[in-house]
């Protein structure tokens, strides 16, 4: 990428409005843009008539309107697409295109790897490489939405897919605001899920900065386990953890989603799950039960549907919302904690 290109698409409207009146323009030019990048979605700018041709020009040369390049796609039987994307530096990130209708949700990645270590989770064995950028981020929606064509629309976003999102908080939070913006894409905060493995600062400053969903990798009910699944737990133990839980800013009718995945003999005893009631006995929350996705790279086994139902019902007993969350692409890798595996292979 050359170095006297902006990437167009870092810019939420304030500071595209700053940018273009850098360049002599009027802000109503950079309101103009902004429509034409997340509401028409444009892949070029010829597609701009209603700019000037010499401010055409100078957006084409002056400027990286698609911040990453689409070099494949996988499609699963149950429908779910997986993308992979190459990045101007050359590193590759994958997505996911999930269908349930009437919804259709985008898991997208913040980061090209990850540092935490989770040991469930195939992308923390690349380690970590670097953060995304706000607009490889937002871009990774609207290709998405392209390859699908006009319709049917994207609904729904998640940041689930490769790294932590809270670790890359600036870019998280300039992607946020793009993607909830009501002159562009327009996304209701009702429709929009930032997970976090449990980042206790700056997952504080989300709940006061933006009203989205929060979902809490959890995936452990004391700290000895979590220690050992999850090496974040011993800089943010559970206590913390849950404190900030308890403290989170929420309307009345949301609340937290804690995210557990069962490992085989780990987490999934009968124990474990009246652990958890406790845990969570003051946190207005539902709980997804994740069977783990196996992986001849990691250390783990799935627990039988058996093992999950009981656990299940001792949630349910204790008056939980607990749903098992069913898994999805697996056959293409592009399950929970399976993203990036192809690039490790």
């Not at 701009?48 to 400027?63: I, M, N, V, W």
Request: aromatic share 6%; net charge positive.
């Amino acid at each position: 990428m050359r170095e006297d290109r902006v990437l167009i698409k870092d810019f939420p409207l304030k500071a595209l409005e700053a940018w273009v009146a850098g360049l002599g323009e009027r802000p109503f030019r950079a309101r103009q843009i902004f429509r034409h990048l997340y509401v028409r979605l444009i892949r070029s700018w010829d597609e701009c008539s209603d700019l000037p041709k010499a401010f055409r020009t100078q957006l084409e040369y002056g400027t990286i309107l698609n911040a990453l390049e689409l070099v494949g796609t996988e499609d699963a039987l149950d429908g779910t697409r997986k993308f992979a994307f190459r990045l101007h530096d050359g590193h590759l990130i994958e997505s996911v295109l999930i269908p349930d209708p009437p919804r259709l949700t985008a898991c997208l990645s913040s980061q090209v790897g990850c540092a935490l270590g989770c040991r469930f989770c195939l992308t923390g064995t690349m380690g970590f490489v670097r953060h995304l950028r706000t607009a490889e981020i937002v871009d990774q929606l609207i290709q998405m939405q392209h390859a699908v064509g006009p319709k049917p629309r994207i609904t729904n976003i998640v940041f689930m897919g490769m790294g932590e999102p809270l670790a890359n908080e600036e870019a998280v939070r300039r992607a946020l605001t793009i993607l909830l913006a009501p002159e562009g894409l327009g996304f209701s905060h009702r429709r929009v899920t930032v997970s976090t493995v449990g980042l206790v600062p700056p997952m504080k400053r989300l709940g006061r900065e933006s009203p989205v969903n929060l979902a809490v990798s959890l995936h452990a009910a004391d700290d000895e386990t979590r220690n050992r699944l999850m090496p974040i737990n011993r800089t943010y133990p559970l206590a913390a953890l849950m404190e900030a839980c308890r403290a989170y800013p929420m309307p009345s009718r949301k609340r937290i989603t804690f995210e557990y995945i069962l490992l085989k003999g780990v987490n999934d005893r009968p124990e474990d799950a009246r652990h958890l009631v406790k845990l969570l006995s003051h946190v207005r929350c539902k709980v997804n039960l994740i069977p783990f996705n196996p992986h001849p790279s990691l250390p783990f086994e799935r627990p039988s549907e058996e093992t999950v139902a009981a656990f299940q019902d001792i949630l349910q007993q204790a008056h939980f919302t607990a749903t098992i969350r069913q898994s999805r692409g697996a056959d293409i890798r592009a399950a929970c904690g399976q993203l990036a595996a192809r690039m490790v292979n």
